[in-house]
């Protein structure tokens, strides 16, 4: 601009009064022209021609469900790297699939759309029970236990609660009634302690599909309701949501047997067993095994069979739960 | 077509305002449009990567129906979502928003790398320009998908057309609104200034009664309640009491402007009788008219008494006979008075800013100059006197140069003045002249004294032996001529005698025309033999005279004779007689003789003066005529030629003038008719 304006001082051609008007008009000009943009260019698209677009399965597909205990985007991050390693060490075409609720996964192992089911021990046996599954591996967890619990928790500021007596009529909300740590395994505790679900205030289960243990959790912190049941391990999760030092555990239940890898009825052994192998060649000390093992919030696989959860069958039948659908 | 300043604000204004609003319009609103398309873009990304992360649930579900919803919820967030759909990982539509199947195109016209936050691509339908953006549905660095969503630009720009369009109404309606203002806040401001303007046109053609300052709702008499009609203030509606001197409020200080205008300042009339800056101005500017006034009074006043100075100064040089000049530090002359002039021959316009050299002739001129010059470096005064030849004769001038300070220029400047002294030369001549004659005389008379006796005994021997010789002897010859010149000499030695000394007068009362008559008849014969003819012309009655007879028909012999020397031969003498004056009779003899030249005609009454030659006059007739008159407190004077044709042409006319004797013997001479020879 300045320049401009010195070029036409400079130009001894034009009296030095109009320099100075021509000067202007160049500015203003100038000025004007920054409002004038350049347009984008445009790529020219026929919407015209379209298309019915259909979703195909793929063939020899092996469908991989994780108990939508926490969300999906959890459940994905837990288990994207082992069904990696598995479909690389099997050469199985593994696919980890999505569902909504504990009856959802139920369901579609009884209609053969999870080939492998991930599951907790309750879910277990009712899937072997009412849909022919077969265990074959269960976790350590890490905290080197083959088993479990559940945990009763408070907010931390709630008084009138200090002891698994204090919990009656208060308001308890768990994670699902199919849940082993968030509701089966509690509820057994409580009756060992002489508290019935008759003596709750209001029991409710959390909402939604997925993400059911931060409910819990979130609903708790949030003083919607007095107590909540989790399974061991659920603090941890949401420690990047809350402070989880606001969230005092109440109770520990006894110990079951852990997570379970099972089979749907009818699927082939031998896939079975290619899977069995590679969850059992997992290693902790391997250092490409280990993050696998630390995204799955597991420390090994070991063998398992069916008779090892029938401690949690009696506790199914000490609470009157039913295994039928 | 000039404009006035009105106009110029005006349109300065406008102009200024349209300049801006352009300015603003088409930057500023460019600017906007760029924000606004650049906030509908990020607001495309922001929806993308929303939509994004809420998909990957569904996503991850396989959950069609919720993918489904959301795509159609967030079509329906604005009318500016043109549509929105999900790729799998190996881009094939999941879920879209199109209801007749999926264009084709689309899949492959945008696409995103997994590290990137969204890919923006604008497309062109023909019908609309879309903002097209994808967005990675990305798990833990896992790609689950591609998210994609259509935003209308046309949709968009049309909102920053609206904008712009709002930008563009408000901007005329600031120019619009500031039109208003100006109008309101210039018209006030224009008025004033056109109103000083009249005022300062009617001050320059001297109408300095100017009334510039608006009237006032309160005065100074009103705030301070004063009612003394002698203040200046009082009742001045058109003057601010602080801009006038003499005020008579007891809160008032006087002095100086500067210092009054400070103690006003503190006043509350000032602070409720001050206005804005243009009222001040307009306030001050009566002011200043009034003073000027006032100013222009005493200055013509003053300029009156200075014009009459200096006309009293003017007509006072002009009057004083001396030539006064008076010349700058360069020789020119500034002013000069009407002697100045005469002398010069020049009016006093010629010669005011001239120098030495263009008013006097080169020679003259350079010796002036040369004068000045002396007199401005000794700073002396210079005292001469000049002779200067003319074509009117010489003349002598005393001059005197002095060298005058000029206090206002602080320099130098000459005065002079200088008078005309040729008739006092002339008589200063005389007189020296006189005082040697006077001398001479006394000498004269002192040896005629001496040689007087001794002619009287030549004389008596001499006759005595003409006597005894014969008359027709030599001897008798040369004695007689001896007797002749004796007597020329005894007569020479009695006029000087009568020159040098008083004679005793006898006194008596007598007939000039009688006394007259008698020497007219001793001498007629004589005039006769030369053809000399006296007329006589006497007045018809006695002209009685008292006084010495005999010095005074002395007094007629000499004119007489002096008529007859002039004429020589053939000539007539004319004697008149005049007694019609009461108290003065006139006696006039004029001839026709030769007539005395003008150079002379001063000179003839000198003793010892005479055109005769040595041994035919002594020169001293004349004078001794003049001490006679004199003594008889007469006059007389001579014009040659005579004065009138009827006079004798060329020759001489001597007028005597004596008193005449009023108690004489009138009733003796009564009748007697006067006598024409």
Same mark, same amino acid.
């Given at each position: 601009?300045?320049?401009?304006?010195?070029?036409?001082?400079?130009?001894?051609?034009?009296?030095?009064?109009?320099?100075?008007?021509?000067?202007?008009?160049?500015?203003?000009?100038?000025?004007?022209?920054?409002?004038?943009?350049?347009?984008?260019?445009?790529?020219?698209?026929?919407? !015209?021609?379209?298309?019915?677009?259909?979703?195909?399965?793929?063939?020899?597909?092996?469908?991989?469900?994780?108990?939508?205990?926490? !969300?999906? /985007?959890?459940?994905?991050?837990?288990?994207?790297?082992?069904?990696?390693?598995?479909?690389?060490?099997?050469?199985?075409?593994?696919?980890?699939?999505?569902?909504? /609720?504990?009856?959802?996964?139920?369901?579609?192992?009884?209609?053969?759309?999870?080939?492998?089911?991930?599951?907790?021990?309750?879910?277990?046996?009712?899937?072997?029970?009412?849909?022919?599954?077969?265990?074959?591996?269960?976790?350590?967890?890490?905290?080197?236990?083959?088993?479990?619990?559940?945990?009763?928790?408070?907010?931390?500021?709630?008084?009138?609660?200090? /002891?698994?007596?204090?919990?009656? %009529?208060?308001?308890?909300?768990?994670?699902?009634?199919?849940?082993?740590?968030?509701?089966?395994?509690?509820?057994?505790?409580?009756?060992?302690?002489?508290?019935?679900?008759?003596?709750?205030?209001?029991?409710?289960?959390?909402?939604?599909?997925?993400?059911?243990?931060?409910?819990?959790?979130?609903?708790?912190?949030?003083?919607?309701?007095?107590?909540?049941?989790?399974?061991?391990?659920?603090?941890?999760?949401?420690?990047?949501?809350?402070?989880?030092?606001?969230?005092?555990?109440?109770?520990? /239940?006894? !110990?079951?047997?852990?997570?379970?890898?099972?089979?749907?009825?009818?699927?082939?052994?031998?896939?079975?067993? %290619?899977?069995?192998?590679?969850?059992?060649?997992?290693?902790?000390?391997?250092?490409?095994?280990?993050?696998?093992?630390?995204?799955?919030?597991?420390?090994?696989?070991?063998? !398992?069979?069916?008779?090892?959860?029938?401690?949690?069958?009696?506790?199914?039948?000490?609470?009157?739960?039913?295994?039928?659908? | 077509?000039?404009?006035?300043?009105?106009?110029?604000?005006?349109?300065?204004?406008?102009?200024?305002?349209?300049?801006?609003?352009?300015?603003?319009?088409?930057?500023?609103?460019?600017?906007?449009?760029?924000?606004?398309?650049?906030?509908?873009?990020?607001?495309?990304?922001?929806?993308?990567?929303?939509?994004?992360?809420?998909?990957?649930?569904?996503?991850?579900?396989?959950?069609?129906?919720?993918?489904?919803?959301?795509?159609?919820?967030?079509?329906?967030?604005?009318?500016?979502?043109?549509?929105?759909?999900?790729?799998?990982?190996?881009?094939?539509?999941?879920?879209?928003?199109?209801?007749?199947?999926?264009?084709?195109?689309?899949?492959?016209?945008?696409?995103?790398?997994?590290?990137?936050?969204?890919?923006?691509?604008?497309?062109?339908?023909?019908?609309?320009?879309?903002?097209?953006?994808?967005?990675?549905?990305?798990?833990?660095?896992?790609?689950?998908?591609?998210?994609?969503?259509?935003?209308?630009?046309?949709?968009?720009?049309?909102?920053?057309?609206?904008?712009?369009?709002?930008?563009?109404?408000?901007?005329?309606?600031?120019?619009?609104?500031?039109?208003?203002?100006?109008?309101?806040?210039?018209?006030?401001?224009?008025?004033?200034?056109?109103?000083?303007?009249?005022?300062?046109?009617?001050?320059?053609?001297?109408?300095?009664?100017?009334?510039?300052?608006?009237?006032?709702?309160?005065?100074?008499?009103?705030?301070?309640?004063?009612?003394?009609?002698?203040?200046?203030?009082?009742?001045?509606?058109?003057?601010?009491?602080?801009?006038?001197?003499?005020?008579?409020?007891?809160?008032?200080?006087?002095?100086?402007?500067?210092?009054?205008?400070?103690?006003?300042?503190?006043?509350?009339?000032?602070?409720?009788?001050?206005?804005?800056?243009?009222?001040?101005?307009?306030?001050?500017?009566?002011?200043?008219?009034?003073?000027?006034?006032?100013?222009?009074?005493?200055?013509?006043?003053?300029?009156?008494?200075?014009?009459?100075?200096?006309?009293?100064?003017?007509?006072?040089?002009?009057?004083?006979?001396?030539?006064?000049?008076?010349?700058?530090?360069?020789?020119?002359?500034?002013?000069?008075?009407?002697?100045?002039?005469?002398?010069?021959?020049?009016?006093?316009?010629?010669?005011?800013?001239?120098?030495?050299?263009?008013?006097?002739?080169?020679?003259?001129?350079?010796?002036?100059?040369?004068?000045?010059?002396?007199?401005?470096?000794?700073?002396?005064?210079?005292?001469?006197?000049?002779?200067?030849?003319?074509?009117?004769?010489?003349?002598?001038?005393?001059?005197?140069?002095?060298?005058?300070?000029?206090?206002?220029?602080?320099?130098?400047?000459?005065?002079?003045?200088?008078?005309?002294?040729?008739?006092?030369?002339?008589?200063?001549?005389?007189?020296?002249?006189?005082?040697?004659?006077?001398?001479?005389?006394?000498?004269?008379?002192?040896?005629?004294?001496?040689?007087?006796?001794?002619?009287?005994?030549?004389?008596?021997?001499?006759?005595?032996?003409?006597?005894?010789?014969?008359?027709?002897?030599?001897?008798?010859?040369?004695?007689?001529?001896?007797?002749?010149?004796?007597?020329?000499?005894?007569?020479?030695?009695?006029?000087?005698?009568?020159?040098?000394?008083?004679?005793?007068?006898?006194?008596?009362?007598?007939?000039?025309?009688?006394?007259?008559?008698?020497?007219?008849?001793?001498?007629?014969?004589?005039?006769?033999?030369?053809?000399?003819?006296?007329?006589?012309?006497?007045?018809?009655?006695?002209?009685?005279?008292?006084?010495?007879?005999?010095?005074?028909?002395?007094?007629?012999?000499?004119?007489?004779?002096?008529?007859?020397?002039?004429?020589?031969?053939?000539?007539?003498?004319?004697?008149?007689?005049?007694?019609?004056?009461?108290?003065?009779?006139?006696?006039?003899?004029?001839?026709?003789?030769?007539?005395?030249?003008?150079?002379?005609?001063?000179?003839?009454?000198?003793?010892?003066?005479?055109?005769?030659?040595?041994?035919?006059?002594?020169?001293?007739?004349?004078?001794?005529?003049?001490?006679?008159?004199?003594?008889?407190?007469?006059?007389?004077?001579?014009?040659?030629?005579?004065?009138?044709?009827?006079?004798?042409?060329?020759?001489?006319?001597?007028?005597?003038?004596?008193?005449?004797?009023?108690?004489?013997?009138?009733?003796?001479?009564?009748?007697?008719?006067?006598?024409?020879?």
């Amino acid at each position: 601009m300045v320049w401009l304006i010195c070029y036409y001082r400079e130009d001894n051609k034009i009296p030095g009064r109009n320099k100075v008007r021509y000067g202007w008009v160049v500015l203003l000009f100038f000025l004007l022209c920054l409002g004038c943009g350049e347009d984008e260019p445009a790529i020219k698209v026929d919407l !015209s021609v379209s298309e019915q677009i259909k979703f195909e399965e793929e063939p020899s597909l092996i469908t991989y469900a994780y108990l939508p205990q926490y !969300s999906h /985007t959890i459940s994905y991050s837990r288990h994207h790297a082992l069904i990696q390693y598995l479909r690389k060490k099997t050469g199985l075409n593994i696919k980890q699939i999505f569902p909504d /609720t504990f009856d959802q996964h139920m369901e579609m192992v009884g209609q053969n759309k999870i080939d492998i089911s991930f599951s907790n021990p309750f879910i277990y046996i009712k899937i072997a029970h009412n849909y022919g599954a077969k265990a074959f591996a269960r976790i350590v967890e890490m905290t080197g236990k083959d088993e479990f619990r559940g945990q009763i928790i408070c907010r931390a500021d709630n008084v009138s609660i200090q /002891t698994i007596g204090d919990c009656r %009529q208060k308001r308890w909300i768990a994670v699902d009634s199919t849940s082993a740590g968030g509701y089966l395994y509690p509820l057994g505790h409580l009756l060992d302690h002489g508290i019935t679900k008759m003596d709750f205030k209001e029991i409710v289960f959390a909402p939604g599909p997925g993400g059911k243990q931060e409910k819990v959790i979130l609903s708790v912190y949030a003083g919607k309701y007095d107590i909540g049941t989790i399974r061991e391990g659920a603090l941890d999760v949401v420690s990047t949501k809350i402070d989880i030092n606001k969230i005092r555990v109440i109770s520990m /239940t006894d !110990s079951f047997p852990g997570w379970v890898y099972a089979a749907r009825k009818n699927l082939d052994k031998k896939i079975v067993d %290619q899977l069995k192998q590679a969850l059992g060649t997992l290693d902790f000390n391997n250092k490409d095994h280990r993050e696998i093992l630390e995204a799955a919030n597991f420390i090994k696989v070991i063998p !398992s069979i069916d008779s090892d959860f029938d401690s949690v069958r009696q506790l199914a039948v000490k609470v009157g739960m039913s295994l039928g659908e | 077509m000039k404009l006035g300043f009105r106009d110029k604000i005006y349109v300065g204004i406008f102009s200024l305002l349209l300049i801006q609003g352009l300015v603003v319009f088409f930057w500023v609103s460019h600017v906007m449009k760029e924000s606004i398309l650049a906030e509908i873009k990020n607001r495309g990304i922001t929806i993308g990567i929303s939509l994004s992360a809420r998909m990957v649930e569904p996503l991850l579900a396989m959950d069609f129906l919720r993918m489904k919803v959301l795509v159609d919820e967030t079509v329906q967030l604005g009318d500016d979502i043109f549509y929105a759909f999900v790729l799998d990982r190996n881009a094939t539509p999941l879920v879209y928003t199109f209801k007749h199947g999926f264009p084709t195109e689309l899949k492959t016209v945008n696409s995103v790398l997994d590290h990137q936050k969204g890919s923006m691509k604008l497309l062109d339908t023909g019908e609309h320009l879309i903002y097209d953006y994808a967005v990675p549905v990305i798990i833990n660095g896992n790609r689950l998908g591609t998210m994609r969503l259509g935003l209308f630009r046309t949709r968009a720009e049309k909102a920053v057309n609206k904008i712009l369009i709002s930008a563009l109404v408000t901007i005329l309606f600031a120019i619009f609104a500031a039109g208003v203002v100006g109008t309101l806040l210039l018209n006030p401001l224009t008025e004033s200034i056109k109103k000083l303007y009249a005022s300062s046109e009617q001050a320059l053609r001297g109408n300095l009664d100017a009334r510039t300052a608006p009237m006032l709702k309160r005065n100074c008499w009103d705030i301070m309640q004063c009612h003394q009609n002698e203040c200046p203030a009082y009742k001045n509606y058109h003057h601010r009491c602080w801009y006038l001197a003499g005020t008579l409020c007891p809160t008032c200080v006087e002095g100086e402007y500067a210092k009054t205008i400070e103690s006003c300042r503190q006043c509350k009339v000032h602070k409720q009788c001050s206005g804005d800056e243009i009222q001040s101005l307009a306030e001050s500017f009566d002011a200043m008219t009034l003073s000027l006034k006032g100013n222009l009074t005493d200055l013509r006043d003053t300029e009156g008494i200075l014009n009459e100075q200096k006309a009293l100064l003017q007509t006072i040089l002009d009057a004083i006979p001396d030539f006064i000049s008076l010349q700058d530090y360069e020789g020119r002359y500034v002013s000069v008075n009407e002697a100045f002039c005469k002398i010069l021959n020049k009016t006093k316009k010629d010669i005011v800013g001239q120098k030495n050299v263009t008013l006097f002739l080169k020679n003259r001129a350079a010796l002036y100059d040369q004068e000045d010059r002396e007199v401005l470096d000794t700073r002396r005064p210079l005292v001469k006197e000049n002779k200067v030849e003319g074509a009117k004769g010489t003349k002598w001038l005393h001059v005197v140069k002095i060298p005058v300070l000029e206090a206002s220029r602080g320099t130098m400047s000459i005065v002079c003045s200088g008078r005309d002294i040729t008739q006092l030369k002339a008589v200063q001549e005389q007189l020296s002249h006189a005082q040697k004659m006077e001398s001479v005389g006394r000498l004269a008379a002192g040896v005629a004294h001496e040689i007087n006796t001794p002619l009287g005994i030549i004389l008596g021997y001499s006759q005595l032996l003409l006597e005894e010789l014969e008359r027709n002897s030599q001897s008798y010859k040369d004695v007689a001529t001896i007797v002749k010149q004796t007597k020329n000499c005894s007569r020479i030695v009695a006029d000087l005698l009568n020159f040098s000394r008083s004679s005793e007068s006898t006194i008596s009362e007598f007939n000039m025309n009688e006394a007259i008559e008698e020497v007219i008849g001793m001498v007629e014969h004589t005039f006769g033999l030369n053809h000399v003819i006296v007329k006589r012309e006497y007045h018809q009655h006695p002209l009685w005279v008292k006084g010495d007879k005999e010095k005074l028909k002395q007094v007629v012999i000499n004119l007489l004779n002096n008529a007859f020397d002039a004429i020589q031969k053939d000539g007539v003498i004319r004697v008149t007689t005049d007694g019609r004056r009461e108290n003065e009779i006139k006696i006039s003899i004029s001839d026709s003789g030769c007539g005395i030249p003008k150079e002379n005609i001063n000179k003839i009454f000198e003793p010892f003066y005479t055109t005769k030659g040595p041994d035919k006059g002594t020169g001293l007739g004349l004078s001794v005529t003049f001490g006679i008159i004199k003594e008889h407190k007469g006059s007389i004077k001579v014009y040659s030629p005579a004065l009138s044709g009827k006079k004798e042409a060329g020759g001489t006319q001597f007028i005597v003038i004596l008193p005449a004797h009023l108690n004489g013997k009138k009733g003796e001479i009564n009748g007697e008719n006067s006598r024409i020879g």
